[in-house]
């Protein structure tokens, strides 16, 4: 509603607010949801396996990773943003991401709330939206690194080599539903797993940086008094997100179905004669 009701009524001004964001610029991350980092990750995208992330920049805690089919939709990586802000309890004094369509729900959200509720003008909030070339979104691009070696690698491997071993043929089209069917789901937890691990895990002190260190990213985030900061949040109410998710995206659980109905009713109808639950992870 919000994205809809904007593009229509000044499409270009929103098109030039984008633009206009996309200057590089040098700047510091002073304490946690000043910065949220976003960019996807296509390394299992050849297998229809996509990746969606969000960083926070000065905790390096990771706030949310979806799990789709596609990871290039501007309707679902506005959905992925206003579920964190929604769990988080508002957005981040900015969002910087790379310059992709996949990014124009977010930052329309990103720069229309931060006008609403952070007390500055429209051309102040303008500045929320940070968009940069994929390789110099570091604090991302370093995570997709260290994803791709701790978790990705093996399922990567095991993949390609039901695939060498011909007891998975992606070419068939049944065998590649049933595949999406039960992978994305399962990947999104082994996902969500692994996540929990990452921001449990204490990092090594390192006095080269102005970021937090010598502690875990979960405890980093909750507690930036121990590090002599405050939290940069920008408060926004839960029941105007829940209000932007209702009216814009009235078609949410179609959108995020990687199968077919037909499809997914008969593969769930098998599990269940066979006595096997599949959990359903939804974002």
């Not at 990773?65 to 981040?92: A, C, E, Q, R, W």
């Not at 791709?148 to 089209?173: F, G, L, R, V």
């Not at 929990?196 to 937090?212: C, E, G, I, V």
């Not at 502690?215 to 029941?239: F, I, K, N």
Request: proline residues 4%; hydrophobic residues 35%; aromatic residues 12%.
């Amino acid at each position: 509603m919000v994205y809809k009701s904007l593009t229509q009524i000044d499409p270009e001004g929103v098109e030039a607010r984008l633009c206009h964001a996309c200057v590089r610029r040098v700047y510091r991350v002073f304490g946690p949801n000043h910065i949220w980092a976003c960019d996807g990750h296509n390394k299992l995208k050849k297998f229809g396996i996509c990746v969606y992330g969000f960083i926070d920049a000065w905790s390096r805690k990771i706030l949310g990773m979806f799990v789709h089919t596609t990871n290039n939709d501007p309707k679902h990586v506005g959905v992925y943003f206003l579920h964190l802000v929604s769990k988080i309890g508002g957005i981040p004094l900015k969002v910087t991401s790379d310059f992709g369509t996949e990014t124009g729900h977010l930052g329309t959200y990103q720069m229309w709330l931060s006008a609403r509720y952070a007390g500055i003008t429209t051309e102040e909030a303008e500045q929320r939206m940070h968009f940069t070339k994929s390789t110099h979104n570091q604090k991302i691009e370093a995570l997709w690194s260290q994803m791709m070696k701790q978790h990705n690698a093996s399922i990567k491997h095991n993949i390609k080599k039901a695939i060498h071993e011909e007891t998975y043929d992606p070419n068939d089209k049944v065998q590649k539903l049933l595949f999406l069917f039960i992978w994305i789901p399962v990947f999104q937890s082994s996902v969500d797993m692994w996540v929990d691990s990452y921001n449990q895990f204490k990092q090594h002190q390192d006095r080269h940086t102005a970021l937090p260190t010598g502690c875990t990213a979960d405890y980093c985030y909750s507690t930036p008094e121990s590090e002599g900061t405050t939290d940069q949040l920008v408060r926004v109410p839960t029941r105007e997100i829940e209000s932007i998710i209702e009216l814009d995206y009235p078609d949410l659980d179609s959108m995020f179905e990687h199968t077919p109905p037909w499809f997914h009713e008969l593969a769930s109808r098998i599990l269940e004669d066979l006595g096997y639950e599949l959990l359903e992870v939804r974002c």
